[in-house]
């Protein structure tokens, strides 16, 4: 296949060496996916005020100091249908005796009903996205947090790297299913997903539609959509959101060749990616810089080429009838109103379709709601819960933790 006028130009630039291709890499590694105008207005008015080095300092500060990510549990292995490795761990429910008699006293029994919580995350994220609500449910229910593949602790795709097959949603729900066979292979399921996780919860109902009927309990939908990303405009002008289009999937096939030279762009400019990923990631003013940098870690995580395999399949993904298998059962569908990935009006066409699930758009929220507003998605997954008579009914849990003074439960 001939490379489009953008892969060549890139390329050409690449093979030379220049400078220009230096500078448009980095810059172009740094706010792929998006235009970062607002971003990079912030970004240098802080560099007017805020010197590189007190910058660098304060980023390894928060590193050392957020204990965000590092909860860990039983490590286990799945193996996709194409032999990708995929990462998981599991919070096992403590026994009777165990020491945390206070956590399920939250839920108001001794022994949770034998229920399993699967959690899948979202692009360029892992499975510690989760982090709070991990932390509330430990000792209360059985959890498993899972890698999707080439993210996290998982194995990049081996029908990827091997065989250049494209990724698509349907890889990712088979994907989930393999963890589930390995993790879960008995009773019932909660499954919760965020973001592109939500996308993969519906690929492995159209895939595994007897698993839904058979064995999910409760489903929770979070900042995600069933189909139609393609109109989505990230907040940008009409004229802005057509070019980024016209020439994205060519720039980041590009850039992804050339993964080690865009990482490089990646770092040296690490101040503007780090606003790229608050706008997009919150809209809360006063989100604590600790969980930003959080967040920033973690994608920055995610190789340049990851980014760039994973980027198509969202605009091919459309799972608008697999939601069907969820209309008998419980479900949350949850999503910040100022989310600029998956605007909220996504979450609200899904909630349309079942009209028996619970609706939750949360003020002041973005992408990463369950980071942003953490009290708030815990309270409603804990009724969910309840709902799917995995904990006693008129039960509930306080949330855990708050990242901003404007954030309110319910």
């Not at 409603?380 to 509930?396: E, F, K, Q, S």
Request: some cysteine.
């Amino acid at each position: 296949m001939s490379e489009s006028p953008v892969e060549s130009a890139v390329s050409a630039a690449a093979a030379a060496g220049s400078p220009a291709w230096r500078r448009a890499t980095g810059i172009a590694g740094a706010a792929i996916g998006v235009l970062a105008a607002g971003a990079a207005a912030g970004v240098a008015i802080e560099r007017m005020t805020v010197g590189r080095g007190m910058r660098a300092k304060a980023r390894v500060a928060l590193d050392a100091a957020g204990p965000y990510g590092a909860l860990r549990g039983t490590p286990g292995k799945a193996y996709a249908d194409d032999g990708t490795e995929l990462y998981y761990e599991v919070d096992d429910v403590e026994p009777e005796g165990g020491s945390a008699p206070r956590r399920r006293r939250l839920f108001g029994r001794k022994a949770p009903a034998p229920v399993t919580v699967v959690f899948s995350h979202g692009y360029c994220l892992s499975q510690d996205s989760w982090h709070f609500q991990r932390a509330a449910l430990r000792g209360v229910v059985r959890t498993v947090h899972w890698d999707q593949r080439s993210h996290g602790r998982s194995g990049r795709g081996v029908a990827q790297t091997e065989r250049d097959v494209p990724v698509d949603i349907d890889q990712l729900g088979r994907d989930l299913k393999a963890v589930l066979d390995a993790a879960v292979p008995e009773g019932p399921i909660v499954l919760v997903g965020h973001s592109m996780g939500g996308m993969t919860v519906m690929a492995l109902a159209a895939q595994f539609p007897e698993l839904i009927r058979d064995r999910v309990v409760a489903t929770a939908f979070v900042g995600t959509s069933s189909g139609r990303l393609g109109e989505v405009n990230f907040g940008l002008p009409v004229a802005g959101v057509a070019a980024v289009r016209r020439v994205l999937p060519g720039v980041l096939k590009a850039l992804g060749q050339r993964a080690e030279l865009v990482e490089k762009g990646r770092r040296a400019t690490a101040d503007l990616f780090a606003g790229i990923i608050k706008r997009y990631s919150f809209s809360s003013r006063d989100v604590d810089p600790a969980i930003a940098r959080f967040a920033e870690r973690m994608i920055e995580g995610t190789p340049i080429d990851v980014v760039a395999e994973f980027y198509p399949a969202f605009t091919d993904h459309d799972k608008t009838e697999a939601l069907a298998f969820f209309r008998d059962q419980p479900v949350l569908v949850l999503a910040g109103v100022d989310d600029l990935v998956t605007p909220s009006e996504h979450s609200e066409a899904i909630a349309d379709l079942l009209p028996e699930a619970e609706l939750v758009l949360v003020p002041d929220a973005g992408h990463l709601v369950m980071l942003e507003h953490p009290e708030v998605v815990t309270d409603r997954l804990a009724d969910l819960l309840t709902r799917a008579g995995a904990v006693p009914a008129g039960a509930t849990v306080g949330g855990y933790g708050s990242t901003s003074g404007t954030a309110q439960p319910g």
